[in-house]
T-cell receptor, first 108, second 114 residues
Framework: TQLLEQSPQFLSIQEGENLTVYCNSS?????LQWYRQEPGEGPVLLVT?????EVKKLKRLTFQFGDARKDSSLHITAAQPGDTGLYLC????????FGTGTRLKVLA | DTGVSQDPRHKITKRGQNVTFRCDPI?????LYWYRQTLGQGPEFLTY????????KSRLLSDRFSAERPKGSFSTLEIQRTEQGDSAMYLC????????????FGEGSRLTVL
């Protein structure tokens, strides 16, 4: 079973700060997805990356897929309270195994 | 289409009772997934269907858990003889049959076993 480890587990920062969260595996991903989950709701897709070295930007969020397709990072610039939530990575394959998650809290 | 819906949203039960959750996926999606999530953790895969066929079931799932999707539309997840450790959020998601497709989640059914 492909395991996905995310770090840090928890992050509390002030509004306006930058942060990076990580998703790592010992296996190679064919593709990888990032989701954000807010309290009381199901996860919502942010991005899918499929090519090693790929960088995708979504407003203040920058996603990078490692060259070897074993890891990925999510960088948030100038975090806002609306970014608060649980960030999850998953292998975008038929079974969609999720990582352990990074819980982000952005304080106003 | 209003998205994936789950019912009930909340269920409180006593240990030893059986509970059943229902999931109605997006109508054109033929893949349906069940996950269990405890507070602050990522969703844990339980099982998934392609149409009415249950293609995989987690080895972590005991025989007390069973899921069905009889007509390839809605699905049910039943937990028999509930235990306090079953307390969690049960999430359902659906997707089209495309590799790497987006998962669309419901809002979940929260189970509390007393």
């Amino acid at each position: 079973t492909q395991l996905l480890e995310q770090s840090p587990q928890f992050l509390s920062i002030q509004e306006g700060e930058n942060l990076t969260v990580y998703c790592n595996s010992s296996s190679v991903f064919s593709s990888l997805q990032w989701y954000r989950q807010e309290p009381g709701e199901g996860p919502v897709l942010l991005v899918t990356v499929v090519t090693g070295g790929e960088v995708k930007k979504l407003k203040r969020l920058t996603f990078q897929f490692g060259d070897a397709r074993k890891d990925s990072s999510l960088h948030i610039t100038a975090a806002q309270p609306g970014d608060t939530g649980l960030y999850l990575c998953t292998s975008g394959t038929y079974k969609y195994i999720f990582g352990t998650g990074t819980r982000l809290k952005v304080l106003a | 289409d209003t998205g994936v819906s789950q019912d009930p949203r909340h269920k409180i039960t006593k240990r030893g009772q059986n509970v059943t959750f229902r999931c109605d996926p997006i109508s054109e999606h033929n893949r349906l997934y069940w996950y269990r999530q405890t507070l602050g953790q990522g969703p844990e895969f339980l099982t998934y269907f392609q149409n009415e066929a249950q293609l995989e079931k987690s080895r972590l799932l005991s025989d007390r858990f069973s899921a069905e999707r009889p007509k390839g539309s809605f699905s049910t997840l039943e937990i028999q003889r509930t235990e306090q450790g079953d307390s969690a959020m049960y999430l359902c998601a659906s997707s089209p049959e495309i590799r790497g497709a987006e998962l669309f989640f419901g809002e979940g059914s929260r189970l509390t076993v007393l």
